[in-house]
Structures are given as C-alpha cells and as structure tokens.
C-alpha cells in the first residue's frame, strides 16, 4: 500500500503559476505510475497528468499540455505538477494517484490509491 498526501494549492489569479506536491509513505513507491487528477463542483473527477515508473514518460490531459509539467523523485518518494499560465477553468480540487497496475489502470482510476486532495482556485 501507498499513502498519498497533497499540499501546494492556493488562490491565484490567472496567468500564475502554482506547484502541488505529492508526498508518499509506504514501500516501493517506484514500483506505482503516479499520477495527478482534479475535480470542479457538480463534475466528475478527470485525469490531468501521469507519469511511468521512471519518470521517463509522462502524459497529459489535452487542455494542460503545454501548461503543466508532471515529475516524480523516487528517491525522495515524491510527484509533483507545475502548473503555468493558470485559466479560472483550471479550478478544482487536486488529487494524487497511485498505481501498481500501470498508466491505463491509473487513467481508468481502477484500484488507485488516492490522497486527500489539495484545492486550487484561480480568480479571472
């Protein structure tokens, strides 16, 4: 098992920058792919970011391509999202993902572990 914990979020005003954090306890954490989710009131939680075991490869949502960047630290058991060029449509709450079963297992949100999230607003 893995125990995600988020921090990093804020009010920012469009255009800003934010970093959001991911800490995991547990063993072998370079053994999940990692990811990074977010869900806005009355919507469904959708995917933003992942990343492989070895932070070799990394993907992205289509609307943050470009915008945020995805990394991972195995050394230091952390994953974590910079967030430029921010849109109000970029507010949610922010959650970190774990998954043992791979990048689709992950993005389908099959049996991953899950932090408490962080929220991020963004004023207009």
């Known amino acids: 098992q893995v125990q995600l914990v988020e921090s990093g979020g804020g009010l920012v005003q469009a255009g800003d920058s934010l970093t959001l954090s991911c800490a995991a306890s547990g063993e072998f954490f370079g053994s999940y792919v990692m990811g990074w989710f977010r869900q806005a009131p009355g919507k469904e939680r959708e995917f933003v970011a992942a990343i492989s075991r070895g932070g070799g490869t990394t993907y992205y949502e289509d609307s943050v391509k470009g915008r945020f960047t995805i990394s991972r630290n195995n050394a230091k058991n952390t994953v974590s999202l910079q967030m430029n060029s921010l849109r109000p449509e970029d507010t949610a709450v922010y959650y970190c993902?774990?998954?043992?079963?791979?990048?689709?297992?992950?993005?389908?949100?099959?049996?991953?572990?899950w932090g408490q999230g962080t929220q991020v607003t963004v004023s207009s």
């Open positions: 993902g774990a998954s043992a079963s791979g990048i689709t297992a992950l993005r389908n949100t099959n049996g991953n572990y």
